[in-house]
């Protein structure tokens, strides 16, 4: 087991990634808060390079750690760009492990930062075998998606940007909804929120069919999704939490929420009408656990994270048509 | 004639607005600048308080004003929530003059901010005249959507943000495009810019049909759209440039775009796909006007501004499903 991160390597994480990346603002909107009967925030990190808080876990990880001979990472594709991005910066090249039937709009982000892409069947093939597998070949570096300290510490930036900003304004949160595939933004987040606001809850959400982490909450140990199922969330789709990340967030997350494929439609519509955001499916978990009252916001202060942005434009259109009718 | 307003009024401005109005990043995607040869910067003001750049000029008028009986303003949308949210915070009754024909969701959500509506038809009606009249009767006080020095202040805040992310930055813009209505912030952001980075040209960007400005900033005097043409861009459907916004832009601006309907649904969905930014098809003017290379981005640095996103959801799920055919 890698070393547990700790509050002072998320500011590490910060330093490093000043003038890289987007500080992204904490928004709201009175409007929304009237009909919510509470005080609700997002935090949009489909803002930030790349289009989804990947950057930061991915740069932090290859500017604090030994890659010489480049890196290679397996994903749905926002850790890809991530990735992609990171090592285009730093000067490193990439190959990026991808399912095939990604989004386009991830597959041609990576590629436009100069990855080389290997993309694989979701349902055949092991991902992590892969990688492993191009790593022990060509000598380069793995950057796990969520299962190390320094992501953990990266994505953890997050927590202490709604920190600082939720400090200036004089508000104190009374909880924090994260989208959670395998942790990593979870966790980083939660050591944040945990240090700053102790009083602050965290939550996940999970889409229906994926709610691993819910369940590994529930019952005090990793659960695996074994039946798996079709899921518009395609950056939330980790079958079971993250080792290290799940040593973090059994102790500091509250609860796991899940949320439907409606609710999560919704929450798109809602982040195009109030905020003038587009979220990704996976992106909007969060924002719909608040809205659908998994998480209630009545008489509260909550601060959900729209963790990502990259959605094909069609599909896109596609899904806020359907949030209309 | 009012006085003209200064760089230190927006000081001033800025200061009036600071902890009320979001100071909105300054974002650029690599993957776009790859595309483009250049380096393009939007200033999202898509996700200001009310939606749009509008807030900032009613709030600096309203706040720095003598309204004691509340405020009146006539709008098609984005002044009319801009107005009504600054009354609401600042403790004044607003009435609000709008096309019977405007977005749903620039009435739903001037309505939120409580003022009253009154509705006009936008083909027989003068809404100055409405607007003019019901604030004789109360005794309110008029809000003008552009043509005030209190309003072309505020709305130069935008221009100070720029400003400010630049510097920051170590980036020296060649040129900073707005989307031009009545050119309020127009001024306010060429007095900024033009005082802080003397050699940036300044160019507004109109849609098809609309080019009053441009066709004034041709001819040295202002000039008036007489046969007015059906426009998605309902935010930018001036007749022409205001009396003093004109007097500033005449000599700070450099010279005037004109965008088509389809380079305006193209930049909207830029804007969704490298941005993650829903934007009003008005809103999008100036991106318009980079990206079809009006105002070239090659090999330069270019900032535009994406004035607002007040869209309904439906028609924009069209609009963007029409860009992608």
């Known amino acids: 087991m890698p070393d547990m991160p700790s509050y002072a390597d998320i500011e590490s994480a910060a330093r490093r990634l000043a003038g890289k990346a987007v500080i992204t603002p904490l928004l709201e909107s ?3 808060n009237d009909t919510l009967g509470g005080r609700l925030l997002v935090k949009p990190e489909c803002l930030q390079l790349t289009g989804s808080f ?3 876990g991915a740069f932090n990880r290859i500017a604090g750690g030994t890659t010489e ?5 397996y994903s749905s594709g926002n850790h890809a760009q991530g990735v992609a991005a990171a090592a285009s910066m730093l000067g490193y090249p ?3 492990v991808m399912p095939e039937d990604a989004p386009a709009i991830k597959i041609a982000g990576t590629r436009a930062w100069g990855a080389d892409i290997v993309t694989y069947s979701r349902h055949d093939e ?13 000598g380069m570096t793995l950057v796990p998606p969520y299962d190390d300290p320094m992501i953990i510490a990266g994505q953890g930036t997050v927590g202490l940007e709604i920190a600082d900003a939720c400090a200036g304004r004089d508000i104190a949160p009374d909880a924090v909804i994260t989208c959670c595939g395998g942790g990593g933004l979870t966790a980083g987040v939660a050591l944040a929120i945990s240090h700053r606001f102790p009083g602050c809850a965290i939550h996940t959400a999970e889409p229906e069919g994926w709610d691993d982490t819910a369940r590994s909450l529930l019952s005090g140990e990793r659960q695996s999704v074994t039946e798996t199922s079709a899921s518009i ?3 939330l789709l980790a079958r079971r939490p993250g080792k290290l990340t799940f040593e973090v ?6 609860s796991g929420t899940v949320v439907t494929e409606s609710a999560v439609i919704r929450a798109m519509v809602t982040a195009l009408t109030f905020f003038k955001l587009v979220a990704e499916p996976g992106g909007a978990a969060a924002l719909a656990s608040a809205i659908s009252g998994m998480v209630p916001v009545k ?9 990502g942005g990259n959605v094909d434009a069609d599909v896109y259109a596609d899904l806020v048509a359907r949030g209309q009718s």
Do not use: Q
């Not at 001979?69 to 990472?73: H, L, P, S, Y």
């Not at 092991?126 to 060509?138: D, F, L, N, P, T």
């Not at 008489?299 to 963790?307: E, F, H, K, L």
């Open 249 to 254: 967030n059994r102790n500091l997350v509250h």
């Open 233 to 235: 969330c395609d950056a």
């Open 299 to 307: 008489g509260r202060t909550i601060v959900a994270i729209i963790s």
């Open 30 to 32: 009175p409007r929304l």
């Open 94 to 96: 990439a190959v990026i």
């Open 126 to 138: 092991a991902r992590e075998e892969i990688a492993g597998s191009v790593a022990r070949k060509s």
């Open 54 to 56: 990947k950057f930061r």
């Open 69 to 73: 001979n480049g890196v290679v990472a």
